[in-house]
C-alpha cells in the first residue's frame, strides 16, 4: 500500500487539521457524522494519517469495489487519468488566442461559433461542448467564475485549478472582483469596465486576453508563449514582450 | 436548494490563493476520484445535473470543509448507493459482496475513453417553442426557493437584467437532476448591473453575466 500523499492546497499545520488555500479547513477525527459512518477502516488510522489519507483510502477502496464488480475498468481510469494530464491543458487555450491574435478570420469564426472554431484546432468535448468568447478590450475586462460549482472550459484550460473551485473565489468575483484581482497581483484602471460571467449553464466561457503590446511582428507560436492560464479566465493578463519565462 | 453550494456574495472567507505553478492532481487519490467519477457517469445511471445535486445536498458545514474531490466521492457515494451499483455493506467492508448490477451503459473500456471524452455531452436542442424574450429585453428573474436542484443563484433571484445573449434551447437542470425529463427551454444570458444585484456601495463597473433558462424569467415592465 503506498503511502498517503499529502495534500499540496495548503500548509498541513499539524496532525488532524490541515488548513487549505480554499479557507476551508479540515477536522480529522471528526469521524462522526453521518457522510462517514460507514468507514470502520477510520478507526484504523493512526500516527502520520491524516483527513488526506481518510479521503485517499475511501477512494482506494472505491476503486476496488467497482474494479471487482466490473463497473469500471482500472485501464480506462489510467487513460482518464492521462488524457487530463498530458493532452488537455492551458496550452490548447493559448493556441486558440494566438490564433485569433493573428489570424482575423479565425477571430471572425470564433465570435460566431466558438465552439466550431475551437474545434477546427482540434479542441472540444466534455466541459466545453458549448464554447464562447468573450473579449477583453481597452474599456472591458472579463473573468470567469462558477459560484456553484466548478464548471469550467476543460478542453481548453484542462482541469480547473483549486483556487478556483474554492469558497473563497466562487464567493467574492460577483460582488468583488476588483478585491479578487488584487489577490493575483492585478490592478485595473478605475475606468475599466469588468463582465463577470457567471458558469450558470453548459456555456464555457473563454477570456480574449488583448495582444500585448510590442509583439507586432511575433508568430502565432511565440505569441501562445505569452498567454497564461489565469489570462483566459480573466484573473491575469498576458505576458508581456521579455517577460516570458 | 439553498446549498452550500451557492457561494456568489458570502463573504469571509478571505484572500483567494493562488497556487504557483500548481500541479493538475494533488496526490494520487485525487486522479482516481476524477476518473472513478468520470467513469461511473459513463454508466448512464445518472445525470450530470444529479450528481451536482448530489455534491450540493452535502451538508453546509461538511461542504465548506472538503476539498473538491473529496465533495466528488462523497456525492458518487450517495449515487452509487442510491442507485444501487454499490451496496451499504460493500462501502463499508470496502469489498465486492455483489454481482455487477445492469447498467443503461457497458463500463467503459479504455479504448473508448477518448471518444467518450472528445465528444462530451452536448445539452443544446431543437425545440418547436420560439424563445420568448428577445435581445435588449428586460427581464425579471423568479423569486424562488425549490429544495431541489436549480441553476439560478439566490443572488440572481428577483433580480432585473437586460437578455444579452440568446444560447438557444438546453436540457433544464432543475428536472433533468431528478428524473424529470431533459425538459429544454431556452436559455439566455442576462447582464446584471452590480447596482442591482448588490446595492449600495456596488462596483459602478461591475456588471455579471448569469445564464437564464427561461423558466427563471418574467418579462419586467
Excluded at chain 2, 452535502?58 to 451496496?87: C, F, M
Aim: net charge negative.
Amino acid at each position: 500500500m503506498r503511502p498517503p500523499q499529502v495534500n499540496g492546497q495548503g500548509p498541513v499545520e499539524k496532525r488532524g487539521r490541515a488548513v487549505h488555500a480554499s479557507g476551508m479547513t479540515h477536522q480529522t477525527h471528526d469521524h462522526d457524522h453521518d457522510e462517514h459512518h460507514h468507514h470502520d477502516h477510520d478507526h484504523e488510522h493512526d500516527h502520520d494519517h491524516s483527513e488526506l489519507s481518510e479521503v485517499a483510502l475511501r477512494v482506494r477502496a472505491l476503486e476496488t469495489i467497482l474494479t471487482r464488480k466490473g463497473l469500471v475498468d482500472p485501464a480506462a481510469l489510467d487513460a482518464i487519468v492521462e488524457t487530463y494530464e498530458t493532452k488537455i491543458g492551458p496550452r490548447n487555450g493559448a493556441r486558440v488566442i494566438a490564433r485569433a491574435w493573428t489570424d482575423p478570420a479565425y477571430l471572425a469564426r470564433l465570435r460566431e461559433n466558438a465552439t466550431a472554431a475551437i474545434a477546427e484546432l482540434g479542441y472540444g468535448g466534455r466541459q466545453g461542448e458549448h464554447m464562447q468568447i468573450v473579449e477583453n478590450t481597452t474599456d472591458t475586462h472579463n473573468m470567469v467564475v462558477c459560484t456553484l460549482c466548478s464548471c469550467y472550459p476543460w478542453p481548453v484550460l484542462g482541469l480547473p485549478p483549486v483556487w478556483y473551485k474554492s469558497a473563497p473565489y466562487r464567493s467574492r468575483a460577483v460582488i468583488d472582483p476588483r478585491g479578487v484581482l488584487k489577490d493575483f497581483g492585478v490592478t485595473l484602471p478605475e475606468t475599466m469596465q469588468i463582465r463577470v460571467w457567471d458558469s450558470t449553464a453548459e456555456m464555457r466561457y473563454l477570456v480574449l486576453p488583448m495582444r500585448p503590446a510590442g509583439t507586432d511582428s511575433w508568430s502565432e507560436e511565440q505569441l501562445a508563449h505569452l498567454v497564461t492560464r489565469d489570462s483566459m479566465i480573466g484573473t491575469g493578463q498576458p505576458l508581456t514582450p521579455g517577460a516570458t519565462r | 436548494m439553498n446549498g452550500a453550494q451557492d457561494l456568489g456574495g458570502m463573504m469571509g472567507f478571505g484572500p483567494v490563493i493562488p497556487e504557483k505553478d500548481e500541479p493538475y492532481f494533488h496526490g494520487d487519490w485525487e486522479k482516481r476520484a476524477l476518473a472513478i467519477t468520470l467513469a461511473c457517469g459513463a454508466l448512464g445511471q445518472w445525470t450530470l445535473d444529479e450528481s451536482r445535486h448530489a455534491r450540493e445536498t452535502i451538508p453546509p458545514a461538511l461542504y465548506l470543509s472538503k476539498t473538491y474531490y473529496d465533495i466528488w466521492i462523497t456525492a458518487l457515494e450517495k449515487l452509487l448507493l442510491r442507485h444501487g451499483l454499490v451496496t451499504p455493506d460493500e462501502l463499508q467492508k470496502g469489498e465486492a459482496l455483489t454481482a455487477r448490477p445492469a447498467t443503461r451503459n457497458p463500463p467503459l473500456a479504455a479504448e473508448r475513453v477518448a471518444g467518450a471524452l472528445a465528444k462530451g455531452s452536448p445539452t443544446e436542442r431543437n425545440i418547436a417553442t420560439a424563445p420568448r424574450f428577445a435581445i435588449g429585453d428586460r427581464v425579471t428573474t423568479k423569486v424562488m426557493h425549490p429544495t431541489t436542484h436549480t441553476r439560478l443563484p439566490r443572488y440572481a433571484r428577483g433580480k432585473t437584467g437586460v437578455v444579452t445573449f440568446r444560447h438557444g434551447a438546453h436540457v433544464f437542470p432543475d428536472t433533468h437532476a431528478h428524473d424529470l425529463g431533459e425538459q429544454p427551454a431556452h436559455c439566455y444570458g442576462i447582464a446584471f448591473s452590480a447596482r442591482d444585484l448588490w446595492g449600495e456601495g456596488a462596483d459602478p463597473t461591475l456588471t455579471v453575466m448569469v445564464d437564464c433558462w427561461e423558466p427563471y424569467l418574467e418579462s419586467a415592465a
